[in-house]
């Protein structure tokens, strides 16, 4: 079913907005991206942490090994800082990829209802054109038929002339 233009949902709201949404998705994914680095980049920080304190551990106390074991991996569970950075910067990157796409359509429906408004225009102009030329070629055939009672008039002229005047001069 093909919605009239004066109804369809894309008519009302300002135009480019699609390629203006298509931005703003690409700068949350943008931000995402830089919040799941800083994630990565923390998760790293928090296991060479973890594993300078097994070391650090290990060294020191070789003799007690079940209580250094217990004890790092308590260490290993308190900070999850990097995975839920990377956590919501892999979320904000998805949603700045759907927000993105939705804005991609949106600018190929505004192209594609641009490109119908400029064949009805063109269909419109051609017909003006059609209509003019119509109008040219009447109005060239009326003054040909003027021209042709000109001539006539003319020489409707000319003989009256050469039959009233040498008429008078005899009298």
């Not at 300002?14 to 994630?39: C, E, H, Q, R, V």
């Not at 594609?112 to 119509?134: F, G, P, S, V």
């Not at 038929?145 to 002339?161: A, G, H, N, P």
Request: aromatic share 4%; charged share 20%; net charge negative.
């Amino acid at each position: 079913m093909v919605v009239p233009e004066e109804e369809h949902p894309l008519s009302s709201i300002p135009p480019y907005i699609g390629d203006k949404i298509d931005l703003f998705g690409s700068m949350i994914t943008n931000i995402g991206n830089f919040i799941a680095i800083l994630g990565i980049i923390a998760e790293t920080k928090e296991v060479e942490q973890i594993e300078v304190e097994e070391v650090s551990t290990n060294s020191n106390t070789s003799a007690s090994g079940s209580e250094a074991n217990s004890d790092t991996s308590a260490s290993g569970s308190e900070s999850n800082t990097g995975f839920i950075l990377t956590l919501l910067g892999a979320t904000l990157g998805a949603i700045g990829d759907l927000i993105s796409s939705g804005g991609t359509a949106i600018a190929i429906e505004e192209a594609i209802i641009i490109d119908k408004k400029a064949e009805q225009e063109a269909e419109e102009l051609t017909k003006k054109i059609k209509k003019m030329e119509n109008q040219i070629g009447l109005l060239q055939k009326d003054m040909n038929s003027v021209i042709t009672v000109t001539d006539s008039l003319k020489r409707e002229v000319i003989f009256l002339q050469s039959v009233i005047y040498p008429n008078l001069y005899q009298q």
